[in-house]
Nanobody
């Protein structure tokens, strides 16, 4: 049974940093595409970042967020820096076997999802 568990969310101030973790069980992350999405109150879930053999980011987080993975820990991370109030959202980890079919920026490309972790950035 595949399970993705996010952690690391919390309440921070604008300009602070935060690192989210996504621990996987039941799959080998190195063989999967992993992505981070987020959903702010009243908005649709949106793409944040994804990692395969390379990385890709939403324009809104490029230069501030970094996605990475530790194969030994079977964990994917999202390092977030220079956080802004507009980054406030529930952040979700997602995974799919192999390479994405459309760049890894669409929800439908992912098979497995975590339960989400709340990130709140105060001004």
């Amino acid at each position: 049974q595949v399970q993705l568990v996010e952690s690391g969310g919390g309440l921070v101030q604008a300009g602070d940093s935060l690192r989210l973790s996504c621990a996987a069980s039941g799959l080998i992350f190195s063989r999967y595409t992993a992505g981070w999405f987020r959903q702010a109150p009243g908005k649709e879930r949106e793409f944040v970042a994804r990692i395969t053999w390379n990385t890709n980011y939403a324009d809104s987080v490029k230069g501030r967020f970094t996605i990475s993975r530790d194969n030994a820990e079977n964990t994917v991370y999202l390092q977030m820096s220079s956080l802004k109030p507009e980054d406030t959202a529930v952040y979700y980890c997602a995974a799919r076997s192999g390479l994405p079919t459309a760049g890894g920026r669409r929800e439908y490309e992912y098979t497995y999802w975590g339960q989400g972790t709340q990130v709140t950035v105060s001004s």
